[in-house]
């Protein structure tokens, strides 16, 4: 049996998936669920929700909990910083991204007038400046790229590659981080699916 990951290409969390499996190295069949109005990943999974992993014949749902099962299987090139209290950092970090800063980058794909907008933009503004005054002076959050980085990474990078916004460029420590980012994971520009 192979391992698939079933998948939306535009998701973020599919994306931070495949950054996962790219950074460690192993291969892997994509099932794209568009492709069959998500008929398969329902047969597989018993629900509509990406991404989805097969492992073997094993079903694991949720990019965080596949990204873990990928560390824990493939430790090679890990994802998280050493350390106790540092790993629990980039987790709260990594949760804080999939639960918090989605609902501003999801209220600014949803604005669909000036004045929606203009308050989506107030939301995320709030976001981008901590995350702004997190990476002065700063490379990653940690010594290297870490899960924390991928999680916040590819919840912005939606905003280029789907809903066709892009960061102020008042925010420059951010831009430098994404700028490091895209260089790291090899994308040409912004607007660049990852993997």
Same mark, same amino acid.
């Given at each position: 049996? &192979?391992?698939?990951?079933?998948?939306?290409?535009?998701?973020?969390?599919?994306?931070?998936?495949?950054?996962?499996?790219?950074?460690?190295?192993?291969?892997?069949?994509?099932?794209?669920?568009?492709?069959?109005?998500?008929?398969?990943?329902?047969?597989?999974?018993?629900?509509?929700?990406?991404?989805?992993?097969?492992?073997?014949?094993?079903?694991?749902?949720?990019?965080?909990?596949?990204?873990?099962?990928?560390?824990?299987?493939?430790?090679?090139?890990?994802?998280?910083?050493?350390?106790?209290?540092?790993?629990?950092?980039?987790?709260?970090?990594?949760?804080?991204?999939?639960?918090?800063?989605?609902?501003?980058?999801?209220?600014?794909?949803? &604005?669909?007038?000036?004045?929606?907008?203009?308050?989506?933009?107030?939301?995320?503004?709030?976001?981008?400046?901590?995350?702004?005054?997190?990476?002065?002076?700063?490379?990653?959050?940690?010594?290297?790229?870490?899960?924390?980085?991928?999680?916040?990474?590819?919840?912005?990078?939606?905003?280029?590659?789907?809903?066709?916004?892009?960061?102020?460029?008042?925010?420059?420590?951010?831009?430098?981080?994404?700028?490091?980012?895209?260089?790291?994971?090899?994308?040409?520009?912004?607007?660049?699916?990852? &993997?």
């Amino acid at each position: 049996m &192979a391992i698939r990951l079933f998948q939306s290409p535009t998701s973020m969390f599919c994306e931070k998936v495949r950054i996962v499996f790219a950074m460690k190295n192993v291969p892997y069949e994509v099932v794209d669920v568009k492709k069959d109005d998500r008929k398969s990943l329902i047969e597989f999974s018993g629900q509509r929700k990406v991404p989805v992993m097969d492992y073997h014949g094993q079903r694991i749902i949720d990019s965080t909990f596949i990204s873990a099962f990928l560390e824990e299987k493939y430790p090679q090139n890990t994802i998280y910083p050493q350390g106790a209290s540092d790993k629990a950092l980039c987790l709260m970090l990594e949760d804080w991204s999939d639960e918090v800063l989605i609902h501003a980058i999801h209220l600014m794909r949803r &604005a669909d007038n000036p004045e929606a907008r203009k308050g989506a933009e107030k939301e995320l503004g709030i976001h981008l400046q901590s995350l702004d005054r997190l990476f002065d002076g700063k490379t990653f959050i940690f010594d290297r790229m870490t899960m924390a980085d991928i999680a916040i990474f590819t919840q912005l990078h939606y905003l280029y590659t789907v809903v066709k916004y892009e960061l102020p460029a008042s925010y420059k420590d951010l831009h430098k981080w994404m700028d490091l980012m895209c260089r790291s994971l090899k994308l040409a520009s912004l607007t660049d699916m990852a &993997a």
